[in-house]
């Protein structure tokens, strides 16, 4: 008994020890008084709170605490911890003029003052930043607070400090970059000088299936107007790999204002642009254009609710689903200086005012560039507001719900990608293998576009490339449509693309784990719907996926992709639900309609058994269309058994095309 309750102790006393090693160190969490901050937002008081985000790199940073005045004089803040402790270190993360603090205290649980450091000749040290430590004997009382005072007169410029930390060890706290788990192993590729030039070349977008690659070219003899501002070029990839020589993409996306690509659609059919076409020195607005017989259309502009900038700057990034707009703009409620905010398309074409994606991505800094990869959850992009190589790093956080405003915490890319300089313009291929980014590090010119292979651990969620045809069913013609894709369970639209009025090809990325219902949607047409299960998928794959569509004709037979009955059985399985009710809405649209539900069967019974079921089948799709509101004298009903057949029944596949559904057009 006694050697179990020894044990126990032991094991006790390593519980709890592991736990106080949790606890050893503590940031900043409350701020109980200062002096002066130069501003309620930027360099406020608040700043210092948490752990370094201007360090290590340090310098002049809005995410840290700056007095108001460089020569005031005395100076002070006082910061509480969440949990008081007994403590043997206290860290200071003095990120801009180091060197002007004169006394720090600390604060017990009785409200009791306890002078750790005095100086009283402060000076500059002659560096940009410094952690500053501090190492009283282990305090026999428990710390609650940490007071400091500076003498700003004696050290030139604004005096900042990121944050301030205790611990009850002596083991130094330094600032950690969070590069999370991923280490890039490959080293970044300079595209070359088919795309770079000794003019800057910033904003890389690639195509979905890494083909072609659209950037923006500042002040280039190539641009458009007399004061050649910044246009819109793109280069294809060779089969080899290597890249064509850029090109111009032309008017009317480039005009003589600045023009820029925010966002390609992934069937490279529309495009989100930036830039002025109108008065060439206004403000830049954001317009969408559509690829037509191979050729952009005049852009037009789009309308946001509330939608205002305090900032001269800003960029914007369109999601692969046509209804997620990312954008970076200064607002009132905006951290600091530009943030990241989301805005949803509506059913007028206009887009919802936007919504911060709060505190855990944007900072006090500059939230810039934004890039949703196609997994929908996966977000890039580049600031100055958390800890970093440079002037501004790029990042990447997860979304991890449907709110917008949750998100994991943002992972530094590492040195492979950030630099000393200002990093930006990070954009990922639907494959995940490739990422694309602008830097001046190793730059032909002013600013190169760069390429990196990405490991596994880099990659966003996998998802699937789509593409196919939209096609008339009748003569085989290529059709432009909206291609809508939809949550087959609960039956919410994810998306959409649009098909090229040139060649019919389409293209979109889903992602896994969802089964999707897919249909085109053109005027004077009935589209047929196609299933897509990726439930099984876990890795990115390509499917080809053509999608048939009906002239609205008299006499033209439309199939019925998705209706599912048991074996043997007359009554609709509610997996066929959507399949009908984009058979009311058709009906609905066109109220002049009339048709015959067509029930067919393959040989596997007798004649008179097959005419039976397939009557009684057809009778349950006619019930429903008429049971959502549709009059019984536009919907007939004929069971035609094992008669019309349209594949051989002499194999298992035959067989199923052959038990299928179908309307027939009646009268228009």
């Given amino acids: 008994m006694k050697s179990i309750f020894f044990k126990i102790r032991i094991i006790s006393i390593i519980f709890f020890s592991s736990i106080q090693a949790v606890s050893q160190v503590q940031w900043a969490s409350k701020v109980i008084g200062k002096s002066s901050e130069y501003s309620d937002k930027e360099f406020s008081a608040a700043q210092i709170l948490g752990k370094p985000n201007a360090m290590p790199v340090g310098g002049s940073s809005p995410v840290a605490w700056s007095p108001y005045w460089t020569n005031a004089g005395k100076e002070w803040i006082e910061v509480a911890f969440s949990k008081p402790m007994h403590v043997a270190q206290v ?6 003029h180091p060197g002007a603090i004169t006394k720090v205290s600390l604060i017990d649980t009785k409200a009791k003052s306890h002078v750790i450091y ?10 940009t930043s410094r952690m500053f430590h501090l190492y009283p004997k282990l305090t026999k009382y428990l710390v609650k607070g940490v007071k400091i005072e500076l003498n700003t007169q004696e050290v030139a410029g604004y005096n900042h400090i990121d944050a301030i930390s205790i611990s009850e060890n002596t083991k130094a706290i330094e600032t950690k970059i969070n590069t999370g788990n991923g280490k890039y192993l490959s080293r970044p590729e300079n595209l070359g000088t088919n795309v770079n030039s000794k003019y800057g070349e910033v904003h890389p977008l690639i195509s979905p ?34 890249w064509a020589k850029a090109v111009n993409i032309g008017s009317p996306l480039n005009s003589p204002g600045h023009n820029f690509m925010n966002a390609i659609s992934p069937d490279g059919n529309m495009a989100l642009i930036g830039g002025t076409y109108m008065n060439y020195n206004q403000e830049d607005h954001l317009y969408l254009s559509y ?34 707009l990312l954008m970076s703009v200064k607002r009132k409620d905006s951290y600091g200086s530009k943030d990241m905010y989301v805005s949803f398309l509506k059913p007028d074409n206009s887009w919802t005012a936007p919504k911060n994606l709060g505190k855990t991505v944007n900072t006090a800094g500059d939230e810039v560039t934004p890039f949703l990869a196609p997994d929908g959850k996966t977000l890039y992009f580049s600031s100055n507001g958390f800890p970093g190589y440079g002037s501004n790093d790029i990042y990447k956080t997860s979304r991890l719900d449907d709110s917008w405003t949750k998100w994991s915490e943002p992972e530094n890319l590492g040195k492979n990608i950030n630099t000393s300089d200002w990093d930006a313009y990070y954009t990922v291929e639907a494959s995940g293998e490739f990422a694309y980014f ?11 576009i760069f390429r990196i292979r990405l490991q596994e651990s880099q990659k966003p969620e996998a998802v699937s490339l789509i593409n196919g045809l939209v096609r008339n069913a009748v003569d085989s013609s290529f059709i432009q449509a909206k291609i809508v894709y939809n949550d087959l369970k609960s039956k919410k639209n994810i998306g959409f693309v649009y098909s090229s009025s040139e060649d019919g090809k389409y293209q979109l990325v889903l992602a896994k784990n969802m089964i999707y219902d897919i249909e085109a949607i053109a005027e004077g047409y009935y589209s047929v719907t196609s299933k897509i299960d990726l439930t099984e998928s876990t890795d990115f ?14 006499g033209n037979i439309i199939p019925l992709n998705n209706i599912f009955f048991n074996a043997n059985e007359a009554s609709l399985l509610s997996s066929s639900y959507f399949e009908l009710d984009h058979a009311v809405a058709f009906l609905k649209t066109n109220p002049s309609v009339k048709i015959e539900v067509a029930g067919h069967t393959n040989n596997l019974c007798s004649s008179s058994y097959c005419k039976q079921l397939s009557e009684a089948r057809a009778k349950s799709v006619a019930d429903y269309l008429i049971s959502k509101g549709i009059a019984s004298s536009r919907v007939h009903f004929h069971g035609y058994g094992k008669e019309q057949a ?12 052959n038990q299928r559904v179908e309307l027939r057009i009646l009268e228009i």
């Avoid at 005095?118 to 560096?127: E, L």
């Avoid at 602008?438 to 190169?448: F, L, T, V």
């Avoid at 349209?646 to 095309?657: A, L, V, W």
Wanted: proline share 3%; net charge neutral; aromatic share 10%.
């Fill in 291 to 324: 690829k037509q017989n191979g050729n952009w259309t005049q852009p037009t502009e789009i309308q946001i609710d509330d939608y205002y900038n305090l900032s001269d700057y800003n960029s914007f990034h369109l999601g692969s689903d046509g209804k997620t």
């Fill in 438 to 448: 602008a830097s001046y590090e190793n730059a032909i010119g002013e600013a190169d």
């Fill in 209 to 242: 299936d890494g083909k072609v690659l659209y950037f923006t070219r500042k002040e280039h003899p190539g641009n458009t107007g007399a004061l050649k501002r910044d246009d819109i070029w793109f280069s294809r990839q060779n089969e080899d790999g290597s």
């Fill in 91 to 96: 860290a200071i993360a003095e990120s801009f």
């Fill in 646 to 657: 349209i594949e051989s029944n002499d194999t298992e596949q035959g067989r199923k095309k």
């Fill in 541 to 554: 794959d390509k499917r080809l996926v053509n999608l048939w569509m009906y002239p609205i004709r008299k």
């Fill in 118 to 127: 005095q100086n009283k000749k402060p000076a500059s040290i002659n560096k």
